[in-house]
Protein backbone atom coordinates (compact mmCIF):
# COMPACT_ATOMS: atom_id res chain seq x y z
CA UNK A 1 0.00 0.00 0.00
CA UNK A 2 1.02 3.60 -0.74
CA UNK A 3 0.96 5.70 1.98
CA UNK A 4 0.05 9.73 0.46
CA UNK A 5 0.60 13.05 2.41
CA UNK A 6 -0.20 16.21 0.89
CA UNK A 7 0.74 19.78 1.99
CA UNK A 8 0.97 23.33 0.70
CA UNK A 9 -2.59 24.68 0.60
CA UNK A 10 -3.37 27.90 2.02
CA UNK A 11 -5.21 31.37 1.88
CA UNK A 12 -4.28 33.32 -1.36
CA UNK A 13 -5.88 36.35 -3.22
CA UNK A 14 -7.11 35.80 -6.60
CA UNK A 15 -4.31 35.91 -8.90
CA UNK A 16 -1.86 34.59 -6.42
CA UNK A 17 -0.31 31.18 -6.71
CA UNK A 18 0.41 28.28 -4.69
CA UNK A 19 2.72 24.93 -4.64
CA UNK A 20 1.05 21.87 -3.28
CA UNK A 21 3.09 18.59 -2.63
CA UNK A 22 2.24 14.83 -2.31
CA UNK A 23 5.04 12.67 -0.91
CA UNK A 24 4.14 9.09 -1.58
CA UNK A 25 5.80 6.38 0.54
CA UNK A 26 5.60 2.33 0.95
CA UNK A 27 5.58 0.56 -1.94
CA UNK A 28 6.61 2.18 -5.27
CA UNK A 29 4.66 3.98 -7.35
CA UNK A 30 6.84 3.81 -10.68
CA UNK A 31 4.55 1.85 -12.23
CA UNK A 32 1.32 4.15 -11.82
CA UNK A 33 -0.17 7.33 -12.64
CA UNK A 34 0.13 10.18 -9.87
CA UNK A 35 -3.06 12.65 -10.15
CA UNK A 36 -4.76 15.51 -8.67
CA UNK A 37 -8.30 16.19 -8.08
CA UNK A 38 -10.11 18.91 -5.77
CA UNK A 39 -13.52 19.32 -4.30
CA UNK A 40 -15.31 22.30 -3.27
CA UNK A 41 -18.52 22.21 -1.19
CA UNK A 42 -21.46 20.82 -2.10
CA UNK A 43 -19.95 19.45 -5.38
CA UNK A 44 -18.07 15.91 -6.27
CA UNK A 45 -14.59 15.25 -6.46
CA UNK A 46 -13.29 16.40 -9.82
CA UNK A 47 -9.94 15.48 -11.71
CA UNK A 48 -7.15 18.15 -12.03
CA UNK A 49 -4.07 16.81 -13.43
CA UNK A 50 -2.05 14.11 -14.01
CA UNK A 51 1.44 12.55 -14.71
CA UNK A 52 2.75 9.30 -16.03
CA UNK A 53 5.52 8.22 -13.53
CA UNK A 54 7.52 6.92 -16.02
CA UNK A 55 6.97 8.88 -18.79
CA UNK A 56 6.56 12.16 -17.17
CA UNK A 57 3.54 12.64 -19.43
CA UNK A 58 0.61 14.97 -18.51
CA UNK A 59 -2.73 15.91 -19.05
CA UNK A 60 -4.79 18.62 -17.65
CA UNK A 61 -8.08 19.48 -16.95
CA UNK A 62 -9.45 21.92 -19.45
CA UNK A 63 -10.71 24.45 -16.14
CA UNK A 64 -7.05 24.90 -14.76
CA UNK A 65 -5.17 24.01 -18.25
CA UNK A 66 -2.41 27.20 -18.51
CA UNK A 67 -2.59 28.06 -15.11
CA UNK A 68 -1.37 24.71 -13.05
CA UNK A 69 1.71 22.48 -13.78
CA UNK A 70 2.07 19.04 -12.26
CA UNK A 71 5.54 17.59 -11.82
CA UNK A 72 7.45 14.85 -10.22
CA UNK A 73 10.68 14.56 -8.21
CA UNK A 74 11.35 11.02 -8.97
CA UNK A 75 14.46 11.40 -6.23
CA UNK A 76 12.11 12.61 -3.46
CA UNK A 77 8.71 9.95 -4.44
CA UNK A 78 6.93 13.18 -4.39
CA UNK A 79 4.02 15.00 -7.02
CA UNK A 80 3.98 18.76 -7.20
CA UNK A 81 0.85 21.16 -8.62
CA UNK A 82 2.00 24.73 -9.09
CA UNK A 83 -0.99 26.85 -9.42
CA UNK A 84 -0.61 30.14 -10.97
CA UNK A 85 -3.29 32.52 -11.68
CA UNK A 86 -5.90 30.97 -9.12
CA UNK A 87 -9.08 32.20 -9.03
CA UNK A 88 -12.25 31.83 -6.09
CA UNK A 89 -13.35 28.77 -8.33
CA UNK A 90 -10.17 26.92 -7.52
CA UNK A 91 -11.14 27.25 -3.86
CA UNK A 92 -11.49 23.55 -2.91
CA UNK A 93 -9.73 20.51 -0.95
CA UNK A 94 -7.30 19.21 -3.35
CA UNK A 95 -6.40 15.40 -2.93
CA UNK A 96 -3.48 13.28 -4.08
CA UNK A 97 -3.78 10.00 -5.37
CA UNK A 98 -2.09 7.09 -7.32
CA UNK A 99 -3.26 5.06 -10.22
CA UNK A 100 -4.45 4.52 -13.64
CA UNK A 101 -4.25 7.25 -16.49
CA UNK A 102 -7.75 8.71 -15.47
CA UNK A 103 -9.59 11.10 -15.19
CA UNK A 104 -12.29 9.34 -12.85
CA UNK A 105 -12.11 9.68 -9.87
CA UNK A 106 -13.98 6.51 -9.43
CA UNK A 107 -11.16 4.50 -10.84
CA UNK A 108 -8.79 5.57 -7.82
CA UNK A 109 -8.68 3.66 -4.30
CA UNK A 110 -6.23 5.61 -2.37
CA UNK A 111 -6.20 8.83 -1.33
CA UNK A 112 -4.22 11.37 0.70
CA UNK A 113 -5.67 13.74 3.31
CA UNK A 114 -6.30 16.51 1.35
CA UNK A 115 -5.01 20.14 1.42
CA UNK A 116 -7.22 22.87 1.58
CA UNK A 117 -6.74 25.49 -0.87
CA UNK A 118 -8.71 29.01 -0.30
CA UNK A 119 -8.82 31.55 -3.18
CA UNK A 120 -10.71 34.84 -2.25
CA UNK A 121 -11.41 37.57 -4.34
Known amino acids: QVQLVESGGGLVQAGGSLRLSCAAS????????MGWFRQAPGKEREFVARISWRSGNTYYADSVKGRFTISRDNTKNTVYLQMNSLKPEDTAVYYC??????????????WGQGTQVTVSS
Open 26 to 33: GRTVSSYA
Open 97 to 110: TYGPLSSRPTDFGS
